[in-house]
């Protein structure tokens, strides 16, 4: 999905495609079970997974932006996953275009893993749809093991952060009642990797 955000647009999120994927998002939100459900008039998509136990435990805030960065490729992301065996990367054979692992060694700790890369024309979208990605996974995991217990745990999906956090700007607090909260920004992999050994 088309998410990257133009800084000269003036307006607040600043493309088409940053509602879409925040109206993807309210709609899976809702088939979870979250309840609180708001999409702002500035595509500030929050809503609350309700707390599942009587134990007095602090409210916790998980927050990630929806918007791409703008580099002047093509805004269509064409995504390829490749079952990485060592060496460089093929993304584009007909344009020769690499991931070369002489400049990129730490693609040597994926040996025999499956990686998710662009074909060279475009920006994959990783920061910061990989966190939005975590997030969703995480509310996943939480609402198939009830029994792992939680207090109330609130989300919140933001537009603009890459021409200079103008969706954050927009949030209503009020929305958002934690204790703590964290900002997934381009770490998805990693927290989906932590998740999937507690299941």
């Known amino acids: ?45 929050t809503a609350k997974l309700p707390s599942n136990t009587d134990k007095q435990l602090p409210a916790i805030g998980f927050c990630a932006h929806l918007d791409t960065v703008d580099v002047n490729l093509n805004p269509n992301i064409t995504a390829q996953l490749v079952h990485y065996t060592g060496g460089d990367i093929c993304l584009n054979e007909a344009d ?9 060694p730490e693609l040597e700790a994926y040996i025999n893993d499956d990686i998710f890369v662009s074909d060279g024309h475009s920006v994959l ?19 198939q093991h009830p029994d792992v217990q939680h207090g109330d745990i ?41 998740l999937s050994s507690y299941q």
Not at 21 to 45: P, R
């Open 154 to 194: 609130h989300v919140a999906f933001v537009p603009d952060e890459e021409i200079g956090l103008v969706g954050a700007k927009h949030m209503n607090f009020e929305k958002f009642p934690v204790d703590f909260a964290y900002t997934l920004d381009c770490c998805g992999i990693t927290s989906i990797r932590m």
């Open 96 to 104: 020769q275009i690499y991931i070369r692992l002489a400049e990129h």
């Open 1 to 45: 999905m088309t998410s990257q955000s133009d800084a000269s647009a003036g307006v607040v999120p600043s493309t088409p495609g940053q509602w879409d994927m925040a109206k993807t998002l309210q709609s899976e939100l809702s088939n979870l079970g979250l309840v609180d459900i708001e999409l702002s008039e500035y595509c500030v998509l």
């Open 125 to 143: 979208g990783a920061d910061d749809k990989a966190s939005v990605a975590s997030i969703m996974t995480a509310l996943h995991y939480l609402q």
